[in-house]
């Protein structure tokens, strides 16, 4: 893809000043730290020019805080590669390693909302497919982990019934070996869609994918091939770029989980804002939802910090869809009041161990918050409408038919391979020959193509000549390869080469057909046909 | 795998308390946070005694802090699934998002290093490549970004012929438009070999791998094909577990970049600390050189932090071999004696800045860093090492005449061709095999290379494995191909095809010699022998 070189996004910083140094000085570190890394007598001059250094917009002194700036940075958009990782690496790479920088904020230009497409669903495409409108939705998690799949499986049904709009995975539920991946998630969606099976409103099981890198895409698609809508996944665990690449080739819910985020949120005056990281970074690699602690649990996020994120979820911001907030870390039912009037309509709560405090009947216990959920809006309900085709329409890991183990060779075919007929006709500059592609065009990274053509009596190849270079094999009968001013006889087995830019030709003055592999470079220059006198 | 259930790690905690809840609360607060995270009454009463829940192993106050904590935690090891992410995530996936908690430690069991691995090289192995011991190593980087890639590889090569053990990528240069990943990266590992070619001793380049997730492996095998031995890669950029994987399947030198880890460190008392992280964890991962900046730079580390980095990297840790802690962030000349005195030998001086402030001349600048550094220690060199070859790599004799327009086929053997006779003996990977090199080594320019082998009776290539593929086709007799965990009967003309790093072998086990065809790149990397159990 090409973009404009001159295009430009903006990073908002809050930089607070503990030593002797100017603002401007903090803030110029910065320009050169995230993109050339070198110092500024060693930058040649062009790069100011072509605006490859970062260039300070702005700087404003926060009020009330005499050493604390709020400082605006612009880069080059393509510095990024348009690459989640090294787009990390801009924002926060190295200067991670420097003390009191905060990220507030960040500006995007188009060039990235066309590269990096968002959610898939957002809030209108979750609320489609549940046919749920007018309320804040209520989603509870399958715990603890080690206890058995049936266990698991259980307790999706039970919550199913309670009338939950989504269950996840525990993010610790993983693939240990006391409940493996597949085997788990194809229970307990299986327990859900029963439950589905028999009345209108539907429940959502997005299980957690937090597998090895070899393993996550397999597991991404088991899961699909289940039936299932969406995924519970950490981008701190599995790596940010995982999540960007799940989201933007399978149509799937994201649900975003900040394990391992919160080093960023410790200090105020460092890393990257929660409403940065967990609102706009988050929903910029595809998260429909993001999970995250209200203020007055067990964890130390403010309301401030919270509404913040669901703003950042929620806001315009290009042609990115709005993701839900999802408030976690020790939601019950006697703060859906405190929380409703904070958030409003657009918002997942999640309640995870206080309804397992009433084990007893947690389809029960389920019902009466969703009871009091309701309560609290005006809620509209419509037929859940399919968003999504089959399960056959999961695409494959792997986009080309690869080349099997073996082809095996009998009577001059090869299996899984096929002739392109003999082609003889008026116009052309050869007869009676065929071919079969072997190698070279199914998916392998081969420099090379392997290929067999075979020439019927009195056919001929075209007489012509190119750069690259010919390796021909005889395999069937014989053969006369013109080369140059010089002609030799193919006998099977016997190798002949064409060097570059020799004019060669191969005929078949025998009775029965002349077969042979050529092989050639993959990347080669098109035949230039030679009219012989 | 199959683990023990009850095996144990250890997670060592500094704990700050700012409450007034006792440390007793708080440490169990995190047994239960990173294992089941329900409340107490909800835990199933066998999963204490089984284990699943955190144990608190010991709390000591630490002196002089009367509120601070040393903790010690174990966790049943099998809960991380043995999966990179899912270890991060119980190490420090949720508390993260709470205050005042530092990992400060972890002990871990011969489980874990029997999944993973650690470095592929390790100090040891990085000296036998170069042949250099009894002094610290030299690198630097190629930079700014944005320079043209001709001034990138022009650098480059400066650098070698100027004496630096090591030359990186900048960690900005990534795969932009401007300098896109393999054009760069060819480039630069060309300009090297050249200077390597005139001179014994050598300097390997190791290019920045920070493609996306489903590029990556592709950048890296472009990297070993072009006869790279190592990369620079970030992992908190592409993914802890990418990086763990890249590591244990590719025979690469892993320089791991702290990009991105900082706000761990930010504050003393919480986070990951930085031993453990870019010291034991890191060198977990594979990393077999880890960069971080060395204090009195640009960065905030204090001696204590690098040494304790150094530390981690280079002590005893059960299987896992020693790293080469890589001190960066704005080292120079002046710096090199405080530096030796606190790392000793066996340290990488990263220095890049300071030797572009000379460039006027880089080589010349190079020179007198790498004398001094030598000045410092007791140099000894020897020849560089170099790994075995297996069967389809027998150096073979260079004599041979240019490829003539015709080879015939007798009894198979190919005109103008020699057969370099069967091997069998004791040492080798393989036995009973000869060959005949056909295309690809006698001026052609062909992109690929034929050969043929013929296998005795009861004779076998080497079990071997590498990026490039094999096509393989059946000439004489029958043979067995072992691919990955299959077995395939190969006849005349059959069409074989290995992918990618796939696991084979060639096996004849008939009476009369089996011959085949073997086509491949031209360009490929080196195959490694496995070692079958």
């Known amino acids: 893809m090409k973009y404009p070189e001159n295009e430009r996004f903006t990073v908002h910083y809050i930089i607070t000043v503990n030593d002797d140094r100017s603002i401007e000085e903090h803030a110029s570190d910065i320009t050169l730290e995230q993109t050339v890394e070198v110092p500024m007598d060693c930058i040649p001059k062009k790069h100011f020019e072509d605006g490859i250094i970062g260039k300070i917009e702005n700087i404003q002194p926060i009020e009330k805080k005499s050493n604390q700036f709020k400082v605006s940075i612009s880069y ?28 507030s904020d960040i500006t995007f230009t188009d060039s990235f909302r066309s590269v990096f497409k968002g959610p898939n669903y957002g809030i209108d495409g979750i609320r489609k497919l549940l046919g749920v409108y007018g309320r804040a939705l209520a989603c509870s998690a399958l715990k603890p982990m080690g206890i058995t799949i049936n266990k698991l499986s259980s307790m999706a049904a039970l919550l199913a019934k309670g009338g939950i709009d989504l269950i996840k995975d525990d993010h610790g539920i993983s693939n240990q070996e006391f409940h493996p991946f597949k085997e788990r998630v ?31 895409e397999e597991q991404v698609q088991h899961a699909i091939k289940e039936g299932i809508r969406g995924i519970l996944i950490a981008p701190m665990l599995v790596g940010v770029d995982t999540v960007r690449y799940i989201a933007g080739k399978y149509n799937l819910i994201i649900m975003a989980h900040p394990a391992l985020t919160g080093t960023h949120f410790h200090d105020p005056s460092h890393g990257i804002a929660p409403s940065v990281f967990l609102g706009t970074l988050f929903r910029m690699l595809g998260a429909d939802i993001s999970v995250f602690p209200h203020a007055g649990g067990r964890f130390h996020f403010t309301e401030q910090d919270c509404i913040s994120i669901a703003n950042s979820l929620r806001c315009a911001n290009g042609s990115w869809k709005s993701s839900f907030p999802c408030l976690a870390g020790g939601i019950n039912i006697n703060r ?50 399919e968003l999504l085709a089959s399960s056959c329409e999961i695409p494959s890991a792997t986009d080309q038919s690869i080349t099997p183990p073996l082809m095996k060779f009998e009577n001059f075919k090869w299996s899984g391979r096929y002739i392109e007929e003999y082609k003889t006709g008026p116009g052309l500059s050869f007869s009676g020959i065929n071919r079969q592609e072997l190698i070279g065009k199914f998916g392998e990274k081969t420099s090379f193509g392997l290929r067999y053509f075979e020439i019927q009596r009195d056919g001929y190849s075209s007489l012509e000549k190119h750069v690259h270079e ?64």
Chains 1, 2 share one sequence.
């Open 76 to 103: 080059r958009a393509d510095i990024t590669g348009f690459s989640i990782p090294q787009f990390f690496n801009v924002l926060f790479g190295n200067i991670s390693l420097k003390n009191n920088i905060k990220v």
């Open 186 to 216: 194809s229970s307990c969606q299986e327990a859900v869609e029963k439950v589905n099976a028999g009345r209108e409103r539907q429940t959502l099981y997005f299980p957690m994918v937090s597998g090895r890198f070899e393993e996550i």
């Open 336 to 385: 859906v009041a405190e929380i409703t009037k904070l958030y409003d309509t657009d918002t997942v709560f999640l309640i995870g161990g206080s309804l397992m405090q009433h084990s007893a009947d947690i389809s029960h216990a389920t019902g009466v918050f969703m009871k009091k959920i309701k309560s609290m809006f005006n809620e509209k309900l419509c037929p859940p409408e």
């Open 470 to 533: 010919h390796v021909i094999i005889g395999i069937r009968g014989n053969g006369i390869l013109i080369k140059g001013e010089s002609s030799f006889n193919i006998s099977v087995n016997d190798i002949a080469y064409v060097s570059p830019f020799e004019k060669h030709q191969l005929r078949n003055e025998g009775k029965e057909p002349f077969g042979f592999f050529c092989i050639v470079d993959h990347k080669r220059d098109k035949p230039v046909v030679v009219n012989d006198e």
